[in-house]
Structure formats: C-alpha cells, structure tokens
C-alpha cells in the first residue's frame, strides 16, 4: 500500500502542477479578455500567487525524489517533466509581467486569439497527465499529445499572422516593440506546453 501511495505521489503532483498552469492561463485569458492597464499590478500578485504554489508542489516532489530510491520512471525523467510543467506557468507568468513593464494600454486581437490556444493545451495537459499513470495501456495520450501539438502548430501561424500585422501597422516604435516582445512570449508558452507533451511521448517510447 504505502509503494502504490508513493508511486500515485508523482502522477498525482504532475496533475497538481498542471493545474496551476491551467490557472495562469485563465487567469491571463481574464486579464486580456476584460483588459484594464490600471489593475495590472494586482493581477501580477494573483497572478505570482498561483506560480508560487505550483512551485512549492514542485519542491515539495523533489524532497520527496531525493529520499527514495525506487521510483516509477526514471529519476532524470521525473525531474523532466517537472520542469517542463513548471516552464509553462512561469512563461505565462512572463507574458503578464512584461504587459506591465511595457506599459500596455490596449490589448491586440491576436494576443487575445493565443491566449486561447493556450487555454486549451494546458486543459488537454491536464487530460494527458491524468491518463499518464496508465501509459502503458492508455487508448487516448496519443491523441492528447497530437491535438496539443497541433495547438502549437495553429499558436505558431497566429505568431506569424501577429507579427506580420504589427509591422505593417505599427508606426509607434514602442508599442512596436512592446507588441514583438509580449508576442514572442505568447509564442514561447505554446512551445512550452508542446514541451511537456515531448516529455510524456518520450517517457513511454522509453518505458515500452
């Protein structure tokens, strides 16, 4: 019982820190959905509140892997997969922080659009990390892992479309470059979901 009770640890713990990564998400998705500049910084305390606790779910995981000494996978690919949960919430967290640091005063469409796909692959990260505790015999990660990376495939053409308008349109060079960076960063959190998808492929190629 107490095997069963620590190999669920980590499966259970990858599904907690996914959900905070969901939670930035919508939180952020709030944010730009109903976008007022003057509540930005309240929003980053909510927002860090959220990155703070999925941290200490992480920590806590890796307490607990530094005292065992059988797991179920590999220690390197434990470590793997928190970190590539955790990059996703902290990339979240970056988009908001560099709203604030640009001094955004209006939100753009297509910010709007990829926080969307966000939304949806920390939601299907959610589904897959539920279901990878049974990989072995699972009938959907598979599909999970493709339709998230279709997700990133649809958040890099958004990129390019954003990225295109903003240099055809633009003419201040601030907002230019307050737009190029907070796009990259959008960008950049679709990668990172894409990232933990590779992680779990890669742990079953591994241990089938």
Known sequence: MKRAKSVNFYY???VEMADYSLKAAELLSNIVNN????QLQDRIKEMHTIEHSADKARHKMIEKLA???ITPI???DIMAMADAIDTVTDTIEDVLIRMFMYNVKKVKENAIK????IVKSCYLLIM???DFHNFRKSTKLHEL???INRLEEE?????TEAIKSLYTYCTDPKELLAWDTIYEYLEKCCDSCEEVADVIENIVMKNS
Do not use: C, Q, W
Not at 114 to 117: D, L, P, S, V
């Open 128 to 130: 897959a990390l539920n």
């Open 12 to 14: 259970e713990t990858f």
């Open 114 to 117: 990829m926080t969307g796909i």
């Open 155 to 159: 958040g890099d053409a958004l990129y």
């Open 35 to 38: 976008f007022n500049a003057e």
């Open 145 to 147: 892992i493709v339709e």
């Open 74 to 76: 590999e220690r390197e």
């Open 67 to 69: 005292k065992e000494f």
